[in-house]
């Protein structure tokens, strides 16, 4: 230890005198050398060795410490010695931080916070001093430069993007910002990819644009280097954007121009076959559309607007479900555009409705019915009596008239009564005559109808069924009398009525489970009597409506619930009030009508095949199972056949083969010929 400090103590000594003799060399001639030669040396005592030979002040930090190394065999000035110096501290993970005159010594962890020699006008490359520096980016973004960059920078360094600026600002030393400036340098630069924009006069952008890209794939390497451009189209001006290196545009915009060249078999003339959508109906909507776009460009394109109009025409075939269409190549786009999003597969709906009917007809009557008269000499005189017609056979009342007249002579009858009827009485050619009848009659009607009628549409399309019969109703009739009561040319003109469950409807799917449904539902029958001149009678229900309604569910879209009474009564006043003996005088009829009318309905959207097969075969193995329930059993002698109609069993899809898949959009399917077959 104590050898250890006296030589520290001579190469202090050494060193104050050596500082002695630089600063006296420094102030004669700036020319002097320094030959250096610490070995293990303490760099406290280096940095007084610094400032005795370049005068410079130095703070030195209390964490800096360590024995260094510096042994040079070629003379060095003042400030050469001074860059190995800065040298030594970055081996040592040191940095001098100079402001001026002062030079300060801290640990390299520290730098950034310490003010020192920012933003220089120019920069030693061979410093290791610390200097914060400004790079403004020219033609790259500043950011992105950054990402780049910073795994050049120390851990100490900072390099950061100024947002809004392009800018860089970068601390480290001197040799290292100078070496990412150069860097910069070489990379900012403008270059020649320039975008060129190449407008095509015979072919659609979109499918030059499409095999050009084809032809680059693959190509990744290339598209990392920068190496390889991009192609864009425009539809609207139908032109191809390129950008890139211009060699490399040069070949693409080759490569379109032989592209773009007219076809000798009509390249102007384009045929699409749709799939799901009728050609037929849409021909006619492409006219109106070309009609409206002429129609509106001729007031700003004039006669240009009139040739691409009368250059276009459309036509359908309907034997292929195509549409033919000839139109300039804009033109040509946007019909094929349109035509693509209207030819589109479309959801099926299976809608059940049902239409419940009940009703319940109760009438009664009661009456009495008597008459006195006096037949003498063939003259009838009446004396008294009580007529009220009481009930009736089919919708005609029946008297105490009517009854005697019924026997008399029977031929002459009208109407024959129903019910109880108990008649007692006299009819004599002379005397006094009497007639009584007492009648009652109750009668019940129940109705209970459930109508279930099915369909299936597609989305948004009306569908119709009809399950009627036409009934003839009688409107007219004629007869022309002539000589010896003889009728000439006698007719009835009738009219045929539709008379069952007819339904109108259209879904509207709302591209999520609900859907908007039209419903019109008519539901008759015959009423089973008779009108004025022997007519039908028919019961009518009709519902028209709008519903918005979930997938699967069932929802009441109408309904009626009627309950009707009605009471009548034929009586001679005063007379009919007398107890018991009133009854004689009085007549009493009640009638009570009701029904309960209500109309359900159940859509399912067939969302794929699998779930309409399930629809169906539902819907056929219920049918089916029907006609099993009706065959003949237990008859020992059958009078008929035994074997009776009956639906085929549905197969087992398991069993049947794979089907083919179905053919591209625009595309027509061709029976491939037999190539062995042709061969000879």
Excluded: C
């Excluded at 053919?663 to 061709?670: D, L």
């Amino acid at each position: 230890m104590n050898d250890r400090r006296a030589m520290r103590s001579i190469w202090l000594a050494v060193v104050l005198g050596l500082s002695t003799l630089l600063q006296a060399q420094a102030q004669t001639a700036s020319s002097q050398r320094i030959t250096t030669n610490f070995r293990d040396t303490d760099i406290g005592t280096i940095a007084e060795a610094v400032h005795a030979a370049t005068g410079k002040t130095i703070i030195l930090d209390p964490r800096v410490r360590g024995q260094v190394t510096l042994i040079s065999s070629t003379p060095m000035t003042p400030a050469e010695f001074y860059q190995a110096f800065l040298s030594i501290l970055q081996v040592y993970s040191f940095a001098a931080v100079e402001t001026g005159n002062i030079v300060k010594i801290v640990p390299e962890a520290n730098v950034r916070t310490v003010p020192g020699n920012d933003l220089p006008a120019r920069l030693n490359s061979g410093s290791d001093e610390m200097v914060t520096q400004v790079i403004t980016a020219k033609n790259i973004n500043a950011a992105q430069l950054a990402q780049v960059l910073r795994p050049l920078i120390a851990q100490y360094g900072n390099l950061a993007p100024v947002p809004g600026t392009n800018t860089l600002i970068i601390t480290d030393r001197a040799s290292n910002v100078a070496r990412i400036m150069r860097i910069i340098n070489r990379v900012d630069q403008a270059g020649d990819a320039n975008i060129e924009v190449i407008p095509l006069q015979n072919s659609t952008a979109a499918d030059v644009v499409r095999t050009l890209s084809a032809l680059t794939a693959g190509q990744g390497a290339q598209d990392a280097a920068g190496l390889a451009p991009r192609v864009v189209a425009d539809e609207r001006s139908n032109s191809v954007l390129i950008s890139g290196d211009s060699s490399q545009r040069l070949r693409i915009s080759t490569l379109i121009a032989h592209l773009d060249t007219p076809m000798e078999n009509g390249g102007d003339t384009e045929v699409r076959y749709l799939r799901y959508a009728s050609a037929e109906k849409i021909a006619p909507k492409l006219k109106e559309q070309m009609t409206g776009v002429a129609a509106a460009s001729g007031a700003t394109g004039g006669a240009a607007a009139a040739a691409a109009d009368r250059s276009t025409t459309i036509w359908a075939d309907p034997g292929t479900n195509a549409l033919v269409i000839t139109a300039p190549p804009k033109t040509m786009r946007s019909l094929l555009t349109i035509v693509d999003k209207l030819d589109i597969p479309r959801l099926q709906v299976l809608v059940e409705a049902i239409i419940v009917d009940v009703s319940t007809i109760k009438s009664a009557d009661l009456g009495v019915n008597w008459a006195v008269f006096s037949n003498e000499d063939g003259t009838n005189v009446p004396a008294g009596g009580f007529i009220s017609p009481v009930g009736g056979a089919n919708g005609n009342s029946v008297s105490i008239v009517d009854l005697a007249q019924a026997i008399t002579n029977p031929a002459s009858a009208a109407t024959v009564p129903l019910g109880a009827t108990f008649g007692i009485g006299r009819l004599r050619d002379n005397g006094i005559n009497f007639a009584a009848m007492i009648r009652a009659l109750r009668s019940d009607a129940n109705t209970n109808v459930i109508a279930t009628p099915t369909t299936t549409t597609t989305d948004n399309q009306e569908a119709e069924i009809k399950v009627v019969q036409e009934v003839p109703f009688i409107t007219g009739q004629y007869t022309s009398t002539g000589g010896g009561n003889t009728s000439v040319n006698p007719f009835t003109t009738v009219t045929r009525e539709e008379v069952g469950t007819i339904m109108k409807i259209t879904p509207q799917i709302n591209g999520g489970d609900k859907m908007m449904m039209k419903i019109e539902l008519e539901s008759s029958e015959l009423a089973g009597t008779t009108g004025d001149a022997s007519s039908l009678i028919t019961n009518k229900r009709a519902l028209k409506t709008e519903v918005l309604i979930e997938d699967g569910g069932t929802i009441v879209i109408g309904g009626l619930i009627r309950d009707a009474r009605i009471n009548g009564e034929s009586r001679v006043p005063v007379l009919s009030r007398i107890p018991l003996i009133g009854e004689a005088f009085r007549s009493r009829s009640g009638k009570r009508d009701k029904s309960n009318l209500m109309v359900f309905i159940k859509p399912t959207i067939l969302v794929d095949s699998a779930q309409a097969s399930f629809e169906t075969n539902r819907k056929y193995n219920a049918i089916r199972n029907d006609q099993l329930g009706q065959r003949p059993r237990g008859e020992l002698i059958p009078i008929l056949p035994r074997d009776t109609p009956l639906l085929p069993e549905l197969p087992n899809p398991a069993l049947l083969p794979p089907a083919a898949p179905a053919p591209e959009a625009g595309v027509a399917t061709q029976p491939v010929p037999n190539e062995d077959a042709a061969r000879p």
